[in-house]
T-cell receptor
Framework: AQSVSQHNHHVILSEAASLELGCNYS??????LFWYVQYPGQHLQLLLK??????LVKGIKGFEAEFIKSKFSFNLRKPSVQWSDTAEYFC???????????FGKGTKLSVKP | AAGVIQSPRHLIKEKRETATLKCYPI?????VYWYQQGPGQDPQFLIS???????DKGSIPDRFSAQQFSDYHSELNMSSLELGDSALYFC????????????FGQGTRLTVV
C-alpha cells in the first residue's frame, strides 16, 4: 500500500537554527515526491518537487530536499530558519497516470523569534 | 498567472443539508483532484477527473458525488451533511503528463452545524 510517513509531529526551533524534517514513503513504481507548506488558514503551496535526475532538489524560500532511493526518504532541509517559516509542512508522493497525491500527516514547525 | 479558483471560500450548512463546491482549474489543465482536510489532519484524496471522466477514487463517501464539466470546471456535491464533514476542501488541477505538479486552490471551508 502507498503511504507517507513524517517522523515529527511538531518541531520547535529558534530563528537561525537548522531544520531537517523527515519523510519516508512506500510506493511501488515510479515515484514523484513533493513538499508542500501550509501557512495558518492558507492553502497548500509547493515548496519543491522531485521527479527524476539530481536527487538534491532546491525549492523556494531556501528549502532543499534530498531523495535517497535506498532509504525511501525525501527529507526537507533548511540551513537557517526564520520566524516566517512557521507553518505546517506536508510531504507527498504521487505517481503513475493518475497522479493523485498521498500526503503525510504533516509536521508543524514553530520558529521562535 | 491564473490560479485554481474555488467557490465559495466559506460555507456554513446544517446537518442533513446539501452543499455544492465548485472548482475552476487553471486554463488548459485537464485534470482535477479533490481533497478533504479535516481539522489538524492531512489532506485526504477524494476523487479525480481527467478529460471529464472520473479517473480515480479515494476515500469519498457515498453521500458525495462529483463531476467535471465540458469547460473542465468541477463540482463536488455533498448530501445529507454530517458534523464530521466539516473540513477544508481543496481542489487541485494539473495538465496530465510527466513532470508536472498539481496546483492547489485556496480551498472551501465547510462548517456543518
Amino acid at each position: 500500500a502507498q503511504s507517507v510517513s513524517q517522523h515529527n509531529h511538531h518541531v520547535i526551533l529558534s530563528e537561525a537554527a537548522s531544520l531537517e524534517l523527515g519523510c519516508n514513503y512506500s510506493y511501488g513504481g515510479t515515484v514523484n515526491l513533493f513538499w508542500y507548506v501550509q501557512y495558518p488558514g492558507q492553502h497548500l503551496q509547493l515548496l519543491l518537487k522531485y521527479f527524476s535526475g539530481d536527487p538534491l532538489v532546491k525549492g523556494i524560500k531556501g528549502f532543499e530536499a534530498e531523495f535517497i532511493k535506498s532509504k525511501f526518504s525525501f527529507n526537507l532541509r533548511k540551513p537557517s530558519v526564520q520566524w516566517s517559516d512557521t507553518a505546517e509542512y506536508f510531504c507527498a508522493v504521487g505517481g503513475g497516470s493518475q497522479g493523485n497525491l498521498i500526503f503525510g500527516k504533516g509536521t508543524k514547525l514553530s520558529v521562535k523569534p | 498567472a491564473a490560479g485554481v479558483i474555488q467557490s465559495p471560500r466559506h460555507l456554513i450548512k446544517e446537518k442533513r443539508e446539501t452543499a455544492t463546491l465548485k472548482c475552476y482549474p487553471i486554463p488548459r489543465h485537464d485534470t482535477v483532484y479533490w481533497y478533504q482536510q479535516g481539522p489538524g489532519q492531512d489532506p485526504q484524496f477524494l476523487i479525480s477527473f481527467y478529460e471529464k471522466m472520473q479517473s480515480d477514487k479515494g476515500s469519498i463517501p457515498d453521500r458525495f458525488s462529483a463531476q467535471q464539466f465540458s469547460d473542465y470546471h468541477s463540482e463536488l456535491n455533498m448530501s445529507s451533511l454530517e458534523l464530521g464533514d466539516s473540513a477544508l476542501y481543496f481542489c487541485a488541477s494539473k495538465h496530465r503528463g510527466g513532470g508536472t505538479e498539481a496546483f492547489f486552490g485556496q480551498g472551501t471551508r465547510l462548517t456543518v452545524v
